[in-house]
């Protein structure tokens, strides 16, 4: 089966400006997940959608990040406007099931430098 | 919320030689402990997996050990090769909330 798609593979702004990421999940898989991965650093959960609902987004900076999952299967997560500290590269994932204790399938990950 | 801490950061080892790879969590109501391989350029791949009602399971090199009462869980990976070198990331989750380890850079040495 296809994996987890990300695009664009490689994104350089200025600060201030804004940029979104797009996501296809597994096929049939129900949930979603947007992490942020700084360097050095393990994979921080951003939100969580479980079909087309926010499950969790309680570490997502919603001043200035948003998420959507379009009808329950492609996702996008925007930044706007973009600080420096927002460089690193956003992972997304999914898994087949809604109740936990599922293996998480990752993309090749969007790799974000703010400048 | 789940804290998991891992340790070694950086861990070279001989060809052939075994390494392990600790971590420890500290929410008792996490369940499931899955392992991740980071090569570079690329998103994390899992490579082992276990459950809380298991202690042990094995995968041809890759072993990992769970201990409930302590809350820690092990990678250990023997007979090393060169292309075992990348980052590895313990993960502990309950529900479908996953907390990672801050990772363990792996380099196997030829």
Redesign the interface.
């Known amino acids: 089966e296809a994996g987890?798609a990300q695009s664009p593979r490689y994104k350089i702004i200025e600060k201030r400006q804004s940029v979104a990421f797009w996501c296809n999940p597994i096929s049939g898989h129900a949930?979603l997940?947007w992490y942020q991965q700084i360097l050095?650093?393990?994979?921080?959960?951003l939100i969580?959608f479980?079909n087309n609902g926010v499950?969790?987004d309680s570490q997502l900076p919603k001043d200035r990040f948003s998420a959507e999952r379009l009808k329950g299967v492609d996702s996008t997560l925007k930044i706007q406007p973009a600080k420096l500290e927002d460089s690193a590269v956003y992972?997304c994932?999914s898994?087949r099931?809604?109740?936990?204790?599922?293996?998480?399938?990752?993309?090749?990950?969007t790799r974000l430098l703010v400048l | 919320g789940e804290n998991?801490e891992?340790h070694p950061s950086t861990l070279s080892v001989q060809e052939g030689d075994s390494a392990v790879i600790k971590c420890t969590y500290s929410d008792s109501a996490s369940?499931?402990f899955?392992w991740?391989k980071q090569e570079l350029?690329?998103?994390?791949?899992?490579i082992i997996?276990i459950?809380s009602n298991v202690g042990e399971k094995k995968d041809q090199r890759i072993a990992v050990t769970l201990n409930k009462t302590a809350k820690h869980f092990s990678l250990h990976i023997t007979e090393t090769q060169p292309e075992d070198s990348a980052v590895y990331?313990c993960?502990a989750?309950?529900?479908?909330?996953?907390?990672?380890?801050?990772?363990t850079s792996l380099t196997v040495i030829p």
């Open positions: 987890v949930t997940y050095g650093q393990g994979p921080k959960l969580q479980q499950v969790d992972l994932a898994s099931s809604t109740s936990g204790r599922e293996t998480q399938y990752f993309g090749p990950g | 998991v891992q369940n499931y899955p991740y350029g690329k998103g994390p791949q899992l997996d459950r990331f993960a989750s309950k529900g479908n909330q996953f907390y990672f380890g801050t990772g």
